[in-house]
């Protein structure tokens, strides 16, 4: 059974970091494209990054330079090292794993998130 | 980047009955098109990919079509679980990938 669970939330002072951390369970990260969508509270969802084949990483705009995506195949997880961190990416952050061919992808299997709270 | 647009914002249905959800795209996505379900403290779940593909589990009262720029999720004879907020995204042309705003499937 796929299982994808979230950890590392919690509250932040802007300009602070947080790693969050993605264990997968019933198939191997390194084997797959992964990505981490966000949900700020009462919104819809943004995609933030993803890390692909040969760790080619991708990042939206607004996150860019202060994200890190990346993956431990010893422990079988997902990271996203966030640094530089702003009230407006407080957010539900999920991580998701990527189905399809190449570039065509869509997420089929989601985790229940973690919660990023960025305030002084 | 494509805009993703979803109407209406918020639906209205009765068990039982049918609702049919749009989606349009800034410009054309081909088919690259994916629906989510999502429900209160709950992470989506993907429903259709491919614009029309049933993902694995969903059942057959869900269905997608369209192309290019227009596309539609109906949902046949509304079960009580049905009643959640729905996302299109588009992964043909990344990045960014891009989500639409939701639609609200309330009870009438």
Known sequence: EVQLVESGGGLVQPGGSLRLSCAASGFTVSGNHMSWVRQAPGKGLE???S???GDSTYYADSVKGRFTISRDTSKNTLYLQMNSLRAE???MYFCARDDGIGTIVWFDYWGQGTLVTVSS | ???MTQSPATLSVSPGERATLSCRASQSVS????WYQQK???APRLLIYGASSRATGIPARFSGSGSGTEFTLTIGSLQSEDFAVYYCQQYNSWP???F??????EIK
């Open chain 2, 1 to 3: 980047e494509i805009v």
């Open chain 1, 89 to 91: 990416d407080t957010a």
């Open chain 2, 100 to 105: 639409g705003q939701g639609t609200k499937l």
């Open chain 1, 47 to 49: 995609w933030v990054s």
């Open chain 2, 96 to 98: 960014p990938m891009t």
């Open chain 2, 31 to 34: 088919r690259n098109l994916a």
């Open chain 2, 40 to 42: 209160p403290g709950q």
């Open chain 1, 51 to 53: 890390i692909y084949s």
